[in-house]
């Protein structure tokens, strides 16, 4: 069978709070961050993304912050819902080339 | 509505014997991925199609393999399974090369190896 994985950090809020999830990146090149939103069984599902010329990038009911000082992405999700639960992946990805590269990824647990 | 297909979505084969896993695209786009993702892991890069341009990641392994007879079709061939290759393989595509194109990803197949 599978091999054992890594256990995912974790976070858990309460339903309607805000929940804020980190990442840190690697590649100095990188120029352009996507948040997915991953739920069981299905594939990754586009939240939102940013490129390296902005520190901030808002849709529904979510925001991305970028600090490319220290090489550090967050996805801030406002009035976190049931619906919310699932595990986000940040991932990074330089212009000049085709490949993506996924960070570790946090499972979001929203308790009712 | 489906934009990426994946087929099928349960697979089982046994150890050492060949399986093919099948993906497929109405999006039109130039690039098709495939990943691999082990439990409770990030998705892996296994290679890449840039139309006809295969591009393999360095440390994937040569039992697998890829093929994309056409725009829409793509399949990853595992040669000889081992225990250590069940995982969820995903599909994905983005419209062009060396751009900013977010990626589409299919629903996944999972493959049990027995």
């Known amino acids: 069978g599978e091999s054992v994985g890594l256990h995912l950090p974790t976070l858990s809020v309460q339903e309607g709070d805000n929940s804020i999830i980190n990442c840190a990146y690697s590649?100095?090149?990188?120029?352009?961050f996507i948040w997915y939103k991953q739920e069981s069984g299905k594939g990754p599902q586009f939240i939102i993304d940013?490129?390296?010329?902005?520190d901030k990038r808002q849709g529904q009911r979510v925001t991305v912050l970028l600090n490319k000082t220290v090489k550090h992405l967050s996805l801030q999700i406002a009035a976190t819902q049931p619906g919310d639960s699932a595990v986000y992946f940040c991932a990074e990805k330089a212009h000049f080339n085709n490949d993506m590269r996924f960070g570790a990824g946090t499972r979001l647990t929203v308790k009712p | 509505d489906a934009m990426v297909i994946q087929n099928p979505r349960y697979q089982v084969t046994q150890f050492g014997k060949p399986v093919t896993l099948s993906c497929s695209q109405t999006l039109n786009h130039n690039v098709m991925y495939w990943y691999q993702q082990k439990s409770s892991q990030a998705p892996k890069l296994l290679f890449h199609y840039y139309d006809k341009d295969f591009n393999n990641e360095a440390d994937t392994p040569d039992n697998f393999q890829s093929r994309r007879p056409n725009t829409s079709f793509c399949f990853l061939d595992i040669r000889s399974p081992g225990l250590g290759d069940a995982a969820m393989y995903l599909c994905?595509?983005?419209?062009?090369?060396?751009?900013?194109?977010?990626?589409?990803f299919g629903p996944g197949t999972r493959l049990t190896v027995t």
């Open positions: 994905a595509t983005s419209r062009g090369p060396r751009q900013i194109y977010e990626q589409y």
């Open positions: 590649n100095s090149a990188s120029d352009y």
């Open positions: 940013i490129r390296s010329n902005m």
